[in-house]
């Protein structure tokens, strides 16, 4: 007798759709079975005819708890709540290193926070934001062995004195990250150039969110790509690109999956949806992510990278901020506040790529889940429906259709850059492991039921093969 019966939907996986039932006991899944053939029972029996069941989504690049001047991010009680409703089990979160704190001390930090509150399991990335000490590099091989193997470095501050985020940094924590076991992370923008661009545009008296696109051009992040790859292949250890933008991205990645580097790149959910153009209406500072959105072009290039598998995720760069706190933050375009929320939105938009002929089932399940589960080192624990494998279970209703209103989401800003906008096919219930947790967009899962997930890189992801 099992806990839990799922029953006849068409269950995803990356290179099959088949129809079965999908059995539960306790946190995990316990036996797949063909629908016609032997009848499995359960104390509750779910019906999901005309229904996907795919493995429980992983975004795996969420900013919870983050304090960015004057704003603040949503927790990780509403963060993975929104991320539940949407279909999404679980969330790697970068936790922060500031100023001379050992990249440890941010993940004691972002556990504290996290304690009582997460509702999926959750990993944890490191983002270095500090100096560029011999004592931030010796900390890394303790934040690897304690389940936190990948760090991340942003190029684009890499201009500020002493910072971590310049060319130095970089190679250090390439260096060790091939010593140690970890992976390397790289938000790729030329910082000197966009600081250039930006003052030059400053100066002509450009200062809207329609003009930010123009001072960080589609070669200022490809530029900073090809650099990181060079270097990252110098210095030996695998390479995790974050929300690349770029049809370049996307070309460099096949070039570099030809010679079986050990590099990966994601793209974010608002990269696939959203066109630059958007930012040029009266909210379109809302919209503005660095790297900025691009082009049909280059939306189309990403879509078709999924296909081809040279784009390895789909993130969304989580940050929910309230709307003042926000325009607080500066108004010029050296100023200007960046970051958009759409943890919740992230299935959603991927099928809606199904729907339009883009991407198939399997693609979306693919990016969704089986890689990032697999280059996190999540796998098979998560990422994928089979036998002994977590019930993180999301039922996907192809038909429905769903206007998403402001009200109705499940995060707690007060704006929201989808508000209004519709999809046909959309997450009906979430089960996080084997408990109902989102049915028909309500929250009834348990507050604190999320655990911490340690990781190490697995062997065949530091050689390329994934
Ligand atoms: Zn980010």
Known sequence: MFDLLIRGGQ???????????????????????ATDGERLSADRTIDASGLFVIPGGIDPHVHFNLDYGPAHSHDYEYGTTAAAAGGTTTVINFAMQFGTETPLDGVRRSLEEAKGKAVTDFGLHVALAG???????????????AGVPSVKIYMIYGTKPGW????????????????????VMVHCENASIVNYLTQEAMRAGKNTPCDVEQTRPYWVEEEAMRRTFFLAEKAGCPLYIVHTSIKEGVALMREAKSRHLPFYIETLSTYLHFTDDRTCEPDGGLFINFPPMRFEEDQAALWKGIADEDVYS????????????????????????????????????????????????????????????????????????AAGSDADIVLVDPKRE????????????????????????YPVMTLVKGKVTVENDKFIGEKGAGRFLPRTVPDPIRHGRI
Not at 403 to 425: A, C, E, M, P, Q
């Open 131 to 145: 100096e560029f000490t011999p004592e931030l590099i010796a900390g890394l091989p303790d934040l690897f062995a």
């Open 402 to 425: 769903k206007r998403v209103l402001l009200k109705d989401l499940h995060s707690d800003t007060d704006y929201s850059i989808w508000d209004g906008l519709s999809f046909t096919g």
């Open 314 to 385: 789909v993130g969304t760069d989580d940050f929910a901020v309230k709307f003042k706190d926000r325009q607080a933050i500066g108004s010029t375009l050296d100023s200007i506040p960046v970051g958009v929320a759409g943890v919740e939105l992230r299935v959603a938009v991927l099928l809606a790529g199904v729907r339009a002929g883009k991407i198939s089932m399997s693609d979306l399940v693919r990016v969704n889940s089986v890689n990032p589960a697999k280059i996190f080192g999540l796998y098979p624990k998560k990422g994928v429906i």
């Open 164 to 183: 971590v985020g310049g060319d130095g940094g970089l190679w250090a924590v390439m260096s060790a990250a091939r010593q140690h076991n970890g992976m």
């Open 11 to 33: 269950v995803v996986g990356p290179d099959h759709v088949t129809r079965a039932d999908v059995a539960i006991k306790g946190e995990r899944i316990a036996a797949i079975a």
